[in-house]
C-alpha cells in the first residue's frame, strides 16, 4: 500500500513528526491564566449604586457612588471614566461632582440648556480645588480611588445627577443600560443594573432614618488580560547562599523591537533621554519604559538576606522603570507560607489578607505616607525597599527546593512574572535539579531532528 501512495505516506510521517514536535514544546511552556477571577481577592469588585433622592416634574435626582470593594487594586490617575447608554430619551439637566466629557446635541431645547443631551453620556470626576458650591461628599477627587484595604475611608467617589424626561415615579423609570469603567484604562466589565432594596440613609446625629425612592446597582470585575496585552510587572530572586541571581524571565513584559517601534523603551544612558521622553508621540498613559532584557514597567526583587537561629530576614525592592509615570498609593501583595509568622517590618505597612479560610499566607505591603508611599518614575530615585523579619517554625521552615521564595507577587493588583521554579537560587549542597528541567530541553532537540530529518 505504501508503494501505492509513497507521497501520502510521507506527509503522514512528515505531520506526526511535526506534531510530535509541536506537543513538546507546548509542554515545556508556561501559560498565564486570563481569567477575571481572582484568587486572592476572590469576591472584590467595583459597584456603582445609583440612589434615586428625589423626584422632580420630569425626572429625578440621584446620588451615583462608585464603591472600590477590591482589597489592593485602586484607580490611580488619570481616574475613572464612566459611561451608559439611557433607556429612553432622558437628559442631563445638571450635575454636582462631576461633568460629562461632551454636551451632545442640545438643539431642540430653548431657554434652559441640559448639561448633556447624549444617549449615551461619559461622566469623569471634578479634580481637587473644585468651588464647594459644585461639590457633594467622596467627589472631586480628579477620579482617584483608594482599595478596600488600603485606604477604606477612600474607597469610594460620588456624583449628584438631576435626569429629565425620564419616569417620575418607581414604576415608570428605566434603568439605563451598556454600563462602562474605565479605570482609567479598561479592564472591567459591567454587568446590567439590577433595582435592590432602597439605600437607607443615617441622619448626622443618628436619630433619624431616610431611604431612597429607588435603587439599583451595577457590579463591575476586572481582567488583567482585557487590561493590556502584557504583563506590567516581574520578579527577580536572589540569596545570600547563592551567589546566583534569577533576573526577571526574557521578553516578560514584551521584547524590544527597535525596527517596527523604535519608541518601545529608551535607553537610560543616552544623552537624548529628556527629549526622548517629552516628545514621545505616543500617549501620555502609555508606559515608556527603560530598555531591559524583561521590558516590564515594575520590578520586585526578593532577596533571602539573612538566617539567624530562630529568624530569617528578606529584603524587598521594587523597582520604577516607567519614565512616565510616579506610581501613587502603590501596593505590593505576596503569597508566602512563612506570612504566618510575620515578626518585624521596616519602613512598610502591612495588612494580613486571607482569601482562604484559617490559612495567613498572603500579605499586602504600601509604603508610608509622606515617606515612600510615591513610587517614582524610572531613575535613580525610582525604587521603594524595606526588609521583612520571619520567625522560623520548625515543622515548616525550610531553605530547600526555593521555600524561601514567594509563589505570587502582584503589583497595584496585576500578577507579576515569576521566574520558571527550576531556576531558583538553590543551596550549595542541594542534589542536583530536578530530571525534569533537563528532559524538556533534551526532548525538545531531540524532537527538532526527528522534524528535520522528516523534512530532508
Known sequence: MESLFPSLSGSITKLTSFAFFLLFLLSCSTFTSTEAYDALDPTGNITIKWDVISWTPDGYVAVVTIYNFQQYRHIQAPGWTLGWTWAKKEVIWSMMGSQTTEQGDCSKFKGNIPHCCKKDPTVVDLLPGTPYNQQIAN?????????????????ASSFQVSVGQAGTTNKTVRVPKNFTLRAPGPGYT????????????????????????????????????????????CVSLSSFYNETIVNCPTCACGCQNHTADPESCVDPNSPHLASAVTSSSKSSSAPLVQCTSHMCPIRVHWHVKLNYKEYWRVKITIT???YRMNYTQWNLVVQHPNFDNLTQLFSFYYKSLTPYEGLNDTAMLWGVKFYNDLLSQAGPLGNVQSELLFRKDASTFTFEKGWAFPRRVYFNGDNCVMPPPDAYPWLPNASSRPVISLLCPVITILASLVFLWANA
Open 139 to 155: 467627589c472631586c477627587k480628579g477620579g482617584v480611588i483608594n482599595s478596600w484595604a488600603q485606604d477604606p475611608a477612600n474607597a
Open 190 to 233: 459591567c454587568g446590567p443594573a439590577k433595582i435592590v432594596k432602597p439605600t437607607k440613609f443615617a441622619s448626622a446625629d443618628k436619630r433619624r432614618i431616610t431611604q431612597a425612592m429607588m435603587t439599583w446597582n451595577v457590579t463591575c470585575t476586572y481582567s488583567q488580560f482585557l487590561a493590556q496585552k502584557t504583563p506590567t510587572c
Open 320 to 322: 520604577n522603570f516607567n
